[in-house]
């Protein structure tokens, strides 16, 4: 599972940030399901 990215040479960071880029692309749908009234969303709210 190792795939070059455009410039070879990059930092460990940056290849993290690539990968985790084309990850997220590949598992986002490209039409974003609304959120209406938190209906996905559940996260504590910070005081």
Request: net charge negative; glycine share 0%; proline share 11%.
């Amino acid at each position: 599972m190792t795939e070059q990215q455009h410039t070879p040479a990059q930092s460990p960071a940056e290849e993290a940030l690539a990968v985790l880029e084309q990850a997220w692309a590949y598992y986002t749908p490209e039409k974003q399901p609304e959120l209406d009234d938190n209906e996905y969303i559940d996260l504590p709210v910070a005081a």
